[in-house]
């Protein structure tokens, strides 16, 4: 069997469109929507992404700008710049990039971005709201693993395993799937067997970061594979996946790079266009 390939990049290009048209609606009612990216310090696959919002967000016709401050600011003036931001009534969604140098802690930073602004969902009270059913942020690379999940049918009664247990995407990705009706079993570094059980799910979604984690030979026959890991190996973006091996087990399987990530940033974009239409229905 050779797997169907789940394109991030082409679903991402239609869901855009979308966009971008909302964002036109928006702007004919005189709201622009605009997001503003803070990011701490100079790594290099950091400043690619945030970069990449940027680009993204002005390509469907929304403002955004990239606040870049030095990796050795304080941690107060990052709590500084967080205030100045939720004050100003042009930026609808604030996105700090993670990690954040060692001198801030960054669980009081996502606790000051204001929740009606955290367009990542990382924030303690939209993650309350995720896991209670309010509305909220769903953070956003969840969000694309739903999306890209979409088009591979429906999830009712499906075997799903998650593999990594993170605040950001495996336990996100969890709650998401539940609600789908599917049945979801969530592994981690400490689940005993790990590999060898991964035969009999039907689904696979894999955010760990750990190359060749998974090959063909690992999964159930038609297996629908999201590769949500990303690890730079020898300058080359890489996921969990052994691709090769995989695709020829799997019924639908995402490339890495080319599959999650589009529509990671693609999320990003979506929540900032709900950010911009709740302000202005709040106001
Ligand atoms: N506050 C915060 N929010 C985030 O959403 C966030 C973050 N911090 N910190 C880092 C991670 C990582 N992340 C990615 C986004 C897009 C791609 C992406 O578009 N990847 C392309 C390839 C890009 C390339 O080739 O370098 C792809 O997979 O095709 C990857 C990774 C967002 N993150």
């Given at each position: 069997m050779t797997a169907e390939l789940l394109n991030g990049r082409e679903i991402a290009k239609d869901y855009r469109a979308g966009l971008q048209s909302e964002v036109e609606k928006l702007k004919s009612q005189g709201i622009v929507p605009n997001l503003t990216v803070v990011i701490v310090g100079n790594d290099g696959a950091s400043l690619s992404y945030v970069r990449s919002k940027n680009k993204a967000a002005e390509k469907i016709g929304m403002e955004s700008s990239i606040v870049h401050l030095d990796e050795d600011t304080s941690e107060e003036e990052v709590l500084a710049t967080?205030?100045?931001?939720?004050?100003?009534?042009?930026?609808?969604?604030?996105?700090?990039?993670?990690?954040?140098?060692?001198?801030?802690?960054?669980?009081?930073?996502?606790?000051?971005?204001?929740?009606?602004?955290?367009?990542?969902?990382?924030?303690?009270?939209?993650?309350?709201?995720?896991?209670?059913?309010?509305?909220?942020?769903?953070?956003?690379?969840?969000?694309?693993?739903?999306?890209?999940?979409?088009?591979?049918?429906?999830?009712?009664?499906?075997?799903?395993?998650?593999?990594?247990?993170?605040?950001?995407?495996?336990?996100?990705?969890?709650?998401?799937?539940?609600?789908?009706?599917?049945?979801?079993?969530?592994?981690?570094?400490?689940?005993?067997?790990?590999?060898?059980?991964?035969?009999?799910?039907?689904?696979?979604?894999?955010?760990?970061?750990?190359?060749?984690?998974?090959?063909g030979a690992d999964l159930k026959e038609g297996a629908i594979v999201i590769d949500v890991g990303n690890t730079v190996v020898d300058e080359k973006l890489v996921g969990d996946v052994d691709f090769e091996s995989a695709k020829e087990v799997a019924s639908y399987i995402t490339p890495v790079p080319g599959g999650v990530g589009p529509l990671t940033i693609t999320m990003v974009l979506n929540n900032t266009l709900l950010a911009a239409k709740w302000h202005n229905e709040d106001k």
């Open positions: 967080v205030e100045k931001l939720n004050n100003d009534d042009k930026v609808n969604g604030i996105l700090v990039q993670v990690p954040l140098p060692d001198q801030v802690d960054e669980n009081k930073v996502l606790e000051a971005i204001a929740p009606h602004k955290d367009v990542d969902g990382f924030s303690p009270i939209n993650i309350g709201r995720l896991y209670t059913g309010q509305r909220t942020f769903v953070p956003c690379t969840p969000l694309g693993v739903m999306e890209l999940l979409k088009h591979t049918g429906s999830l009712e009664g499906k075997t799903v395993a998650v593999v990594g247990r993170s605040h950001i995407v495996g336990q996100p990705v969890a709650k998401l799937l539940t609600d789908q009706n599917a049945t979801v079993t969530l592994m981690h570094s400490r689940t005993q067997n790990m590999v060898e059980q991964l035969k009999n799910f039907d689904v696979v979604v894999s955010a760990v970061g750990k190359p060749g984690l998974i090959t």
